[in-house]
């Protein structure tokens, strides 16, 4: 089988295609990139000579074009992915995440190619702190941020290329993902690096805020029971009840580096901020026999803690600009 990846060379495309490749030696793999700031050719590294990758933009049609026609399968991560550079500049949001889904579906259309769309639970909106509820397939989108309102606008496109046009599509909307390559913008790798520099970590607010985390293999292995066992035109939630506020997963970090639970700075608040998310995976789990492997949250951070100690030279180049960043927004 011929897949074509898009954003692999992301942080849950790579691993994806790291886990495709040790896992199905049967798949061709091809990632189409553009190679942003989120982006980094190193993340494919360990698999170069197994993978083909193709620097271009999912917005350029003749290019995606070409290679949808030569491919069996779409798998569709390519995104700009972080809600606080949406605040800043929501320009590319709305290029890559509405204009390059839009150029993937008139392609796969085209040429009548299998399409996977990857999504986020952010665009249900937030639930309140107390709220016993959880997202479900059919909650209501309701995003909060030029991120998330640009990826709830991508899967209404999925969804009526679907309905319209007959397209073999699947949709999946996933939780907060933590696990190795996360570029360390986002707030997992960015305190590790910070704790691993002897700096304290920065909570946005008083850190009340709730992510249901899951790990990365564990998105992709239910990224692959969709792709493999999903019926057409269906939406997935991907979860693994991995519920957690800010504070407790910085308080979490802080132990793991054997340093006190209070050695932490709360900064800037994000502005809009989604109070919590939580995912009702039953779907998934009843429909298609899916299960996580990384079942506790400490022992997979502590593992990805020792990924970025050892792979320092991956992130360091990013360090200083991402908090140049931070800094200049009180954060
Ligand atoms: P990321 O920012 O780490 O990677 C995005 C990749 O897309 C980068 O390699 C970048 O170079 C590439 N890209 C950006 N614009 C492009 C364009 N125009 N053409 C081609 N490539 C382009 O993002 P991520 O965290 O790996 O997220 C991947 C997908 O998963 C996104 O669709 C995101 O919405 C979704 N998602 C992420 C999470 C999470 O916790 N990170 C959770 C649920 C869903
Ligand atoms: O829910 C899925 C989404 O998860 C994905 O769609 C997004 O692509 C992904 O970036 C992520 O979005 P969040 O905004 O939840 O992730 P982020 O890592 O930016 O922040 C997680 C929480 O931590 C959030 O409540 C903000 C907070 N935070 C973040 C940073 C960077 C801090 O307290 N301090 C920080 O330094």
Redesign the pocket.
Same mark, same amino acid.
């Given at each position: 089988m011929r897949v074509l990846v898009t954003g692999g060379a992301g942080f849950i495309g790579s691993n994806f295609v790291h886990q495709t490749v040790r896992e199905r030696p049967d798949v061709q793999v091809t990632v189409l990139d553009a190679l942003t700031y989120a982006g980094d050719r190193e993340s494919l590294a360990p698999v170069a000579d197994k993978v083909a990758l193709v620097e271009g933009s999912i917005t350029d049609a003749a290019l995606v074009d070409g290679l949808v026609a030569s491919s069996d399968l779409v798998v569709h991560f390519a995104?700009e992915? $972080?809600? %606080?550079n949406s605040l800043n500049d929501p320009s590319p949001f709305v290029q890559t995440n509405l204009v390059g889904t839009f150029t993937l579906l008139e392609a796969v259309r085209k040429h009548g190619v299998r399409f996977h769309h990857i999504?986020? %639970?952010?665009v249900y909106g937030d639930l309140e702190l107390d709220d016993p509820a959880k997202f479900t397939p059919t909650t209501p989108y309701n995003p909060s941020s030029p !991120?998330?309102s640009t /990826?709830a606008g991508s899967d209404l496109l999925v969804r009526a290329w679907v309905r319209s046009f007959g397209v073999q599509a699947t949709i999946s909307n996933?939780?907060?993902?933590y696990g190795p390559y996360q570029h360390i913008? /986002?707030?997992?790798p960015?305190?590790i690096t910070n704790l691993i520099d002897g700096v304290r970590? /920065?909570? !946005? =607010?008083a =850190?009340q805020?709730v992510? %249901?985390w899951i790990h990365v293999e564990d998105h992709n292995s239910a990224v692959w029971a969709i792709i493999e066992k999903g019926r057409i035109g269906e939406t997935y939630l991907i979860g693994a009840d991995g519920e957690k506020n800010?504070l407790e997963?910085?308080e979490t970090l802080l132990e793991i580096f054997g340093l006190a639970k209070t050695d932490f700075e709360h900064?800037n608040d994000?502005p809009g $901020? %989604?109070l919590r998310?939580a995912i009702d995976a039953s779907k998934l789990r009843d429909e298609l026999g899916w299960t996580p492997r990384y079942t506790d949250f400490r022992t997979g951070l502590e593992a990805t803690v020792d990924w970025y100690r050892a792979n320092e030279s991956w992130w360091r180049p990013a360090k200083e600009a991402t908090e140049a960043r !931070?800094a200049a927004q009180g954060?």
């Amino acid at each position: 089988m011929r897949v074509l990846v898009t954003g692999g060379a992301g942080f849950i495309g790579s691993n994806f295609v790291h886990q495709t490749v040790r896992e199905r030696p049967d798949v061709q793999v091809t990632v189409l990139d553009a190679l942003t700031y989120a982006g980094d050719r190193e993340s494919l590294a360990p698999v170069a000579d197994k993978v083909a990758l193709v620097e271009g933009s999912i917005t350029d049609a003749a290019l995606v074009d070409g290679l949808v026609a030569s491919s069996d399968l779409v798998v569709h991560f390519a995104a700009e992915s $972080h809600n %606080d550079n949406s605040l800043n500049d929501p320009s590319p949001f709305v290029q890559t995440n509405l204009v390059g889904t839009f150029t993937l579906l008139e392609a796969v259309r085209k040429h009548g190619v299998r399409f996977h769309h990857i999504s986020t %639970d952010e665009v249900y909106g937030d639930l309140e702190l107390d709220d016993p509820a959880k997202f479900t397939p059919t909650t209501p989108y309701n995003p909060s941020s030029p !991120y998330s309102s640009t /990826k709830a606008g991508s899967d209404l496109l999925v969804r009526a290329w679907v309905r319209s046009f007959g397209v073999q599509a699947t949709i999946s909307n996933c939780s907060n993902n933590y696990g190795p390559y996360q570029h360390i913008e /986002k707030f997992i790798p960015r305190q590790i690096t910070n704790l691993i520099d002897g700096v304290r970590p /920065k909570l !946005y =607010g008083a =850190g009340q805020n709730v992510r %249901d985390w899951i790990h990365v293999e564990d998105h992709n292995s239910a990224v692959w029971a969709i792709i493999e066992k999903g019926r057409i035109g269906e939406t997935y939630l991907i979860g693994a009840d991995g519920e957690k506020n800010n504070l407790e997963v910085v308080e979490t970090l802080l132990e793991i580096f054997g340093l006190a639970k209070t050695d932490f700075e709360h900064v800037n608040d994000r502005p809009g $901020h %989604d109070l919590r998310y939580a995912i009702d995976a039953s779907k998934l789990r009843d429909e298609l026999g899916w299960t996580p492997r990384y079942t506790d949250f400490r022992t997979g951070l502590e593992a990805t803690v020792d990924w970025y100690r050892a792979n320092e030279s991956w992130w360091r180049p990013a360090k200083e600009a991402t908090e140049a960043r !931070y800094a200049a927004q009180g954060q």
